[in-house]
């Protein structure tokens, strides 16, 4: 993390130095103030760690009740805000939301192209790092990491730099899906720093995360950017007041369906939140070929899909056509398909990346030869196990009908397999480099024992000859 605030830093100042804009100082300013933070915590790790080893003396290195008044002399004044018994650690959520908010602040102009934000996207990044960062190692309580989030518009950003920073790290990978769900986003070890989120968050905060990250991926995602003006999906995601009335009406989906049911009758009376519903169903049903744009099926899953996710089968699903939950659940298992094939296909991909696998478990080429042979028969295994699952669920026109991404997944399918290859083939070729450095050296040491020998015996020279 200081690594990548380093580059990072050095990054910003090449792009800054020759700009008299007031902001591009003041963002610079940002980074040496979360430089302050990260050397504080530093010290606090070495004080736990030393109050640990000597629970009787505490830290001789850098005792805590100093660490308030180191904190004064690095930061601004307007950065100190307690001074109670969690002043240290207080301090530094205060400190890290107000950089959040700031950088956020100078750079709003950009705020729908990240291209142009990247830099204060990658601040950001680094800023839910090190709140991660501290709550994982116990240098923070879980109130102090919730309470960073409950501060104002902090959730809803968390959410948008989790998805924008994805789409700049991966957007134009081959593995990532041409329709991604936020739920793909956020399981992938990229987005690892905000999973502790959801050990601390009530039931709510979590909805709330859940829409922010759809809504960030629409604006953020280049196929679904071209979509989002559409009518139908303006009616179908501009719901976020309406979020309120389903959370207090419905409740999450841990009610019983039959809870869910007699409180869903009550909100018929809401028709916006109705009509929304509905329009989504009725778009998500219709056959391809009376689509305008055939994509839009897919937006109006992904709506449906966060209703079930968060508020239960039922309310998706209330007073619809028959053939609606075999329809739901046929293009629900493909976007689950497409993502585990995507996440095998960046690790087949990351494979050929040395500085990946030097933080793996360290193995030979032939044993991470032999692992990619194993995921080969695996996907094998998978597709056919899709396969039954599609042929059992629906025929084959019927599924035509429906944009289901059969295409989608013979696509990626292709790719992924074309990786494979080419991940065998350097890995063949770093076994074969492995066995002939392994013979030239086995070749320099009888060489060297042969010089050896013959210092030693001059008359050997004719024996050996």
């Known amino acids: 993390m200081k690594k990548d605030l380093k580059n990072l830093r050095s990054e910003a100042w090449n792009k800054f130095k020759n700009q008299n804009h007031e902001n591009s100082h003041t963002i610079l300013k940002k980074f040496d103030e979360l430089n302050y933070i990260h050397k504080l915590l530093g010290y606090r790790i070495r004080d736990k760690i030393s109050s640990l080893i000597s629970p009787e003396t505490g830290s001789s290195i850098f005792p805590m009740k100093h660490l308030a008044k180191y904190l004064k002399s690095l930061m601004p004044e307007r950065l100190i805000t307690s001074a109670d018994k969690n002043a240290e650690t207080d301090s530094m959520i205060n400190s890290l939301n107000v950089l959040l908010m700031e950088s956020n602040y100078l750079s709003r102009r950009y705020i729908l192209f990240p291209q142009k934000n990247k830099t204060t996207l990658k601040l950001q990044r680094i800023i839910f790092q090190t709140v991660d960062y501290m709550f994982q190692h116990c240098l923070i309580s879980p109130r102090q990491f919730r309470y960073f989030f409950q501060m104002p518009k902090t959730l809803k950003l968390a959410a948008r730099n989790m998805v924008s920073t994805f789409e700049l790290r991966y957007g134009r990978d081959l593995f990532y899906p041409k329709f991604p769900r936020p739920q793909f986003i956020l399981h992938n070890p990229y987005s690892s720093h905000f999973w502790g989120l959801f050990q601390v968050l009530d039931e709510k905060e979590k909805l709330l995360f859940s829409y922010f990250s759809l809504k960030s991926l629409l604006i953020y995602n280049q196929t679904y950017k071209e979509l989002r003006a559409d009518d139908v999906v303006i009616s179908v995601l501009k719901c976020e007041s309406l979020f309120n009335k389903w959370e207090n009406q419905i409740g999450t989906s841990q009610l019983t369906e039959k809870k869910q049911e007699m409180s869903l009758d009550e909100i018929l009376n809401h028709t916006s939140m109705m009509e929304a519903l509905q329009k ?99 996907l094998k295994i998978i597709f056919k196990k899709h396969h039954q699952f599609t042929n059992n669920i629906m025929n084959d026109d019927q599924i035509e009908e429906i944009y289901s991404q059969a295409g989608q997944i013979n696509l990626t399918n292709y790719e992924l397999m074309r990786s494979i290859s080419l991940t065998e083939k350097k890995l063949q070729d770093d076994e074969d480099l492995q066995v002939i450095h392994s013979l030239q050296k086995e070749n320099y040491i009888f060489k060297s024992f042969h010089c050896g020998l013959l210092s030693f015996f001059p008359h050997a020279r004719n024996f050996v000859h």
Not at 330 to 336: A, G, I, T, Y
Not at 339 to 367: C, G, N
């Open 280 to 378: 989504a169903r009725k778009h998500f049903m219709k056959p391809k070929k009376k689509y305008r744009k055939q994509e839009i099926k897919i937006i109006c899953f992904l709506y449906l899909d966060f209703i079930t996710e968060n508020f239960g089968k039922y309310a998706a699903s209330h007073q619809v056509k028959p053939n609606f939950h075999k329809t739901f659940s046929l293009v629900s298992r493909n976007f689950q398909f497409l993502e585990e094939l995507s996440s095998i296909h960046q690790y087949v991909d990351q494979l050929r990346d040395p500085s990946f696998t030097l933080k793996l478990k360290p193995k030979s080429p032939r044993e991470y030869l032999k692992e990619v042979r194993l995921i080969k028969r695996y």
